[in-house]
């Protein structure tokens, strides 16, 4: 199958590509290494997928109307969108807010208009995130919630994806799927999560900021129990003239901060400095993940808790570390 991936280079993204590849399907990646985050580590991350065969990359925004569509004219075969590309974090989109209506507003219509004329088009599967539940309170978070209180402009451009796509899977019958990912984690993370930030400050000795004394909740998920579910949910498309589907993916087990922090500590063999800080309006008090409804579609069954997960990061962060240093 050849599919396209939005996003190749963050975090889920080249992670999916890697598996796909492995599997030996054709995977066309693009990506607009923006610098929100350090560009060295997307271009790692590129520079492990470049020498697989079945792979090709372009460089360009996902909002770039033009540009994706020139691309998928030029593959009119392809069978598969993982659609991954997005201005993350809950935090950053109080200080650039239109970045996120841009690439994830824009971005996500862009893609639904390229896909629509994909005639061999078997599924679509996009990005959402367990951020669209906002300030409900009821926990496990399930699919048949309310979410319509979103707590940060993130969530509330992901919900607008959520909705655009419904509008196209009535109006053009694509199929397709959301994915409400909770709090990934894992070797070849992001910078701007806690759990990497949180590292980075253990080893330098510098402090670490815990909201209400770390006794907030996750719903942390590894990264490859994560790419598991992307990839069986790709490969099970939603019958025809039925809705697009939206389905949560996490680890179904909510585990306070300060766990992951004591964790961390362990694996780095330091004490970090703590302070603590009332939670911030956009941080909710937790999140925990309903996943019946992907383990019945796929047989989605996470493996790997917060205390096999982290040691694995760790491993992956100290050689991270030490060979950016030593080219430094």
Do not use: C
């Amino acid at each position: 199958m050849k599919v396209l991936v939005t996003g190749a280079a963050g975090f889920i993204g080249y992670h999916v590509a890697e598996r796909l590849l492995a599997r030996g399907d054709e995977v066309i990646g693009i990506d607009s290494l923006n610098d929100y985050y350090d560009v060295r580590l997307k271009q790692a991350r590129l520079g492990r997928l470049m020498p697989g065969a079945g792979f090709r990359f372009t460089r360009l925004d996902v909002s770039d109307r033009e540009a994706v569509g020139d691309l998928v004219r030029a593959h009119p075969d392809i069978e598969g969108v993982v659609h991954l590309a997005a201005q993350a974090g809950v935090r950053h989109s109080l200080v650039d807010p239109y970045a996120y209506v841009q690439a994830n507003v824009m971005g996500h219509l862009v893609v639904l208009e390229a896909a629509r004329r994909l005639t061999r088009l078997r599924h679509l599967v996009y990005a959402s995130t367990s951020s669209v539940y906002g300030m409900n309170t009821v926990l496990p978070f399930r699919e048949t919630d309310r979410v319509d209180t979103p707590a940060s402009l993130y969530a509330a451009t992901k919900r607008a994806d959520e909705l655009i796509s419904h509008a196209y899977g009535h109006l053009f019958g694509l199929p397709q799927t959301g994915l409400r990912f909770f709090t990934v984690y894992g070797p070849w993370g992001r910078p701007d999560m806690a759990y990497f930030l949180f590292a980075q400050a253990i080893l330098r000795g510098e402090p670490i900021t815990l909201y209400d004394n770390g006794r907030l909740k996750r719903d942390f998920t590894y990264i490859d129990d994560i790419t598991a579910g992307v990839v069986g949910s790709l490969d099970r498309p939603p019958e025809a003239g039925t809705p697009p589907r939206l389905l949560n993916i996490g680890n179904h087990r909510a585990e306070e901060v300060r766990e992951l922090v004591r964790l961390l500590e362990e694996g780095l063999d330091r004490r970090a400095v703590v302070r603590s800080a009332p939670r911030p309006g956009v941080d909710v008090e937790a999140t925990f993940a309903s996943i019946e409804a992907i383990a019945e579609l796929t047989g989605f069954a996470p493996s790997t808790p917060l205390s096999l997960g982290i040691p694995r990061f760790i491993a992956w962060f100290r050689a991270w570390t030490e060979g950016r240093e030593q080219k430094v």
